[in-house]
């Protein structure tokens, strides 16, 4: 499965940005993790193929999740009131029959 990932920026704090992912077929689980260099990669939201969403709390209410559609190939994540530890490298992820794929990673800067 190829990912092709797109948005990502430099932003000030309170500003939005929108991420987005295609793959290539139909996937099962599709989202994003992130990673700040030193520090593990962690989740960000994700979607599964029944429209069920979970959410890091550092950024539930202010992230949202949407997708998958009826092909099960295209996630958006939409970043509201971004802050600055919000600064990181961000990364597509799908789960095809438990199988991991990553998408390389996009630079999201929060940042006045």
């Given at each position: 499965?190829?990912l092709?990932?797109?948005?990502?920026?430099?932003?000030?704090?309170?500003?939005?940005?929108?991420?987005?992912?295609?793959?290539?077929?139909?996937?099962?689980?599709?989202?994003?993790?992130?990673?700040?260099?030193?520090?593990?990669?962690?989740?960000?939201?994700?979607?599964?193929?029944?429209?069920?969403?979970?959410?890091?709390?550092?950024?539930?209410?202010?992230?949202?999740?949407?997708?998958?559609?009826?092909?099960?190939?295209?996630?958006?994540?939409?970043?509201?009131?971004?802050?600055?530890e919000?600064?990181?490298?961000?990364?597509?992820?799908?789960?095809?029959?438990?199988?991991?794929?990553?998408?390389?990673?996009?630079?999201?800067?929060?940042?006045?």
């Amino acid at each position: 499965v190829q990912l092709q990932a797109s948005g990502g920026g430099l932003v000030q704090p309170g500003g939005s940005l929108r991420l987005s992912c295609a793959a290539s077929r139909s996937v099962d689980i599709m989202g994003w993790f992130r990673q700040i260099p030193g520090k593990q990669r962690e989740l960000v939201a994700r979607i599964d193929r029944f429209g069920r969403s979970n959410y890091a709390d550092s950024v539930q209410g202010r992230f949202t999740i949407s997708g998958l559609g009826a092909e099960r190939t295209r996630v958006s994540l939409q970043m509201n009131n971004l802050k600055p530890e919000d600064t990181a490298v961000y990364y597509c992820n799908a789960v095809v029959a438990a199988e991991d794929f990553w998408g390389k990673g996009t630079l999201v800067t929060v940042s006045s």
